[in-house]
């Protein structure tokens, strides 16, 4: 078992080389502080180092994943208390996490914890989940990238309906925007998000990640440097050892054994 630094973040491994990291502040309902931030980060840290994750599930509660940010902080620092340079720094460890990341979202995913969601690469939420951008409704607007990867995944009309309005989305409508990837019945997110790690963590290790970094180039280049990225990727790719494990196990009609090298 991994350790978080604080017990903000529960850490376990629910299966052979699948973390899961639980967003722990209940009476909060995971308002995203200073302080929950950065053990999020570091429990991400610690995993992008252990060879033994492939995959990680963040998930929340069963009936609310993240409120958003920490609404007392900001009453009392102000606009320092969301940008600073150590929660900075803890929300970039996050955004480049290397490794696939999948969000188990059920109940209220809003403002800063939506923005949290939207850095997984995929989504599963239950059918009750719903999604918002609030931030307008106490006099600001979303700081940490509500702006930018709401509109690139949905577009800007809906976009701008969220943040404009405040008012929140339904799993349903997050489905068919292309913000989340799967809706399941209410309560079973979390068990269907494992499943797809459990999916993904047999797969070799170093090709999942070049995919998702090739994937997220798409977010932040040209169309001809993204194919470049793709074909550099593939070339490193054909590299390793765990290619030749997967094409001679293919050919042998066997199962692969990957070990990530």
Same mark, same amino acid.
């Given at each position: !078992?991994?350790?978080?630094?604080?017990?903000?973040?529960?850490?376990?491994?629910?299966?052979?080389?699948? $973390?899961? $990291?639980?967003?722990?502040?209940?009476? =909060?309902?995971?308002?995203?502080?200073? &302080?929950? %931030?950065?053990?999020?980060?570091?429990? $991400?840290?610690?995993? *992008?180092?252990?060879?033994?994750?492939?995959?990680?599930?963040?998930?929340?509660?069963?009936?609310?994943?993240?409120?958003?940010?920490? %609404?007392?902080? #900001?009453?009392?620092?102000?606009?320092?208390?969301? &940008?600073?340079? *150590?929660?900075? /720094?803890?929300?970039?460890?996050?955004?480049?996490?290397?490794?696939?990341?999948?969000?188990?979202?059920?109940?209220?995913?809003?403002?800063?914890?939506?923005?949290?969601? !939207?850095?997984?690469?995929? @989504?599963?939420?239950?059918?009750?989940?719903?999604?918002?951008?609030?931030? @307008?409704?106490?006099?600001?607007?979303?700081?940490?990238?509500?702006?930018?990867?709401?509109?690139?995944?949905?577009? =800007?009309?809906?976009? #701008?309906? #969220?943040?404009?309005?405040?008012?929140?989305?339904?799993?349903?409508?997050?489905?068919?925007?292309?913000? %989340?990837?799967?809706?399941?019945?209410?309560?079973?997110?979390? *068990? /269907?998000?494992?499943?797809?790690?459990?999916?993904?963590?047999?797969?070799?290790?170093?090709?999942?990640?070049?995919? =998702?970094? *090739?994937? $997220?180039?798409?977010?932040?280049?040209?169309? &001809?440097?993204?194919?470049?990225?793709?074909?550099?990727?593939?070339?490193?790719?054909?590299?390793?050892? &765990?290619? /030749?494990?997967? #094409?001679?196990?293919?050919?042998? =009609?066997?199962?692969?054994?990957?070990?990530?090298?």
């Amino acid at each position: !078992m991994l350790n978080a630094p604080t017990e903000l973040v529960l850490s376990t491994v629910p299966s052979p080389h699948v $973390l899961q $990291l639980t967003l722990n502040r209940p009476s =909060k309902r995971n308002a995203l502080s200073n &302080d929950l %931030i950065a053990a999020l980060a570091a429990g $991400l840290r610690a995993a *992008a180092l252990n060879s033994d994750v492939r995959c990680v599930v963040l998930a929340g509660a069963d009936t609310f994943f993240s409120a958003g940010a920490d %609404i007392k902080e #900001m009453q009392q620092r102000g606009f320092e208390a969301i &940008d600073n340079p *150590a929660r900075r /720094s803890a929300w970039k460890d996050i955004a480049n996490f290397p490794k696939p990341l999948i969000a188990a979202v059920e109940g209220i995913c809003f403002g800063g914890g939506h923005e949290l969601a !939207m850095l997984a690469d995929i @989504i599963v939420a239950g059918e009750t989940a719903t999604f918002g951008q609030p931030e @307008i409704n106490i006099g600001i607007l979303p700081g940490d990238g509500a702006t930018q990867r709401l509109t690139r995944a949905s577009g =800007k009309s809906l976009a #701008m309906l #969220m943040i404009l309005t405040g008012e929140p989305i339904s799993a349903r409508t997050a489905l068919q925007a292309g913000l %989340i990837a799967q809706i399941v019945d209410a309560g079973h997110a979390k *068990a /269907s998000a494992l499943a797809i790690a459990q999916s993904i963590a047999q797969k070799p290790p170093r090709s999942a990640e070049l995919a =998702k970094a *090739a994937v $997220l180039a798409a977010f932040q280049t040209t169309l &001809d440097s993204g194919l470049e990225f793709e074909r550099q990727a593939i070339r490193h790719a054909f590299t390793t050892e &765990d290619q /030749s494990e997967g #094409m001679n196990a293919f050919f042998e =009609k066997r199962s692969p054994q990957y070990r990530g090298r």
